[in-house]
């Protein structure tokens, strides 16, 4: 283990860093978060550490991202512990800068996605979200200028949409998606896991097994509809209250009607209690 990462709070103080990395030729990775580190994390910087020499990971809690009724107040901040984490995987640079470094008075710019952005999913229920991504993501890339950014594939249309803003804008950062990881029980790893209180935890598992209960049977060969409302139905019965269960074209996000349209993708969202959870699988 390293004496830790190099904490920057500023961007001039993050430049020197990165300067200082690029002095050495070393190509950088960026992992984007929120803090609240869990194992799905971890394994972001794992495979930043395999696509680039050194790892720079954000943590920003990014108010633009999340209405005014949602739980920007609330979302876990565990700053001691994420930083023991990331020190623990040798991390060269945690770039944390306050509100004010990030929207400083004045600020007046903001990069409205389209394209995947638009696909109708988290965006017809978080109509705010993508913009508020998209702006602090294209910042985190302007400030950071890695060759390679490693974004969790539990956020799909997320990943999807940065990925398209970074080829339209030229960013020039390669952006790779990287692989869910999952509880025993197959819940996807997600800060707001902490939310559920212990009954809720146990009926989170659902979500996975209606999306691999949906795939097996349209994979089986079963018509698009009833396959996909055999696993609504489960969700729903579970006491989950629905906002979505769809099948999409991965790359596009399209809606498909058929089997051979593929890659196909099962994405949901869905509140138990007052916790919204999202996932997605490959079909
Ligand atoms: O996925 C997240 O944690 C956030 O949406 C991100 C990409 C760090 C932007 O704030």
Redesign the pocket.
């Given at each position: 283990m390293s004496a830790g990462p190099l904490i920057a709070r500023t961007v001039p103080t993050l430049r020197r860093a990165l300067d200082n990395l690029r002095k050495r030729n070393a190509t950088v990775a960026l992992v984007?978060?929120?803090g609240a580190l869990h194992d799905g994390h971890v394994s972001l910087v794992r495979l930043a550490k395999r696509r680039a020499g050194r790892v720079v990971v954000?943590i920003?809690v990014?108010p633009t991202?999340f209405a005014p009724t949602e739980d920007f107040g609330a979302y876990p901040r565990t700053w001691k512990a994420d930083i023991a984490r990331l020190a623990a995987e040798d991390v060269d640079i945690v770039w944390h800068p306050g509100v004010k470094a990030m929207y400083p008075e004045g600020f007046a710019t903001r990069i409205v996605p389209e394209g995947p952005a638009l696909a109708g999913l988290e965006d017809r229920f978080r109509p705010h979200f993508f913009g508020g991504?998209a702006t602090?993501?294209g910042k985190l890339f302007t400030q950071c200028r890695p060759d390679v950014a490693i974004?969790?594939e539990k956020?799909f249309q997320?990943l999807r949409v940065v990925a398209q803003m970074a080829r339209d804008l030229d960013l020039g950062v390669k952006v790779i998606g990287s692989r869910t990881v999952r509880e025993r029980d197959g819940l996807a790893m997600s800060s707001r896991n902490v939310y559920l209180s212990a009954d809720e935890r146990q009926t989170a598992t659902m979500l996975f097994r209606a999306m691999k209960e949906s795939a097996g049977r349209i994979r089986a060969g079963e018509p698009i509809a009833p396959a996909m409302a055999r696993g609504a139905e489960m969700i729903k019965a579970a006491g989950f209250a629905l906002d979505y269960f769809e099948l999409r074209h991965a790359e596009m996000l399209v809606p498909v009607t058929s089997s051979g349209d593929g890659p196909l993708r099962i994405l949901v969202a869905a509140k138990l209690g007052t916790t919204r959870l999202i996932d997605n699988i490959a079909v």
């Open positions: 984007p978060t929120m954000s920003f990014n991202q991504v602090v993501v974004f969790g956020d997320q």
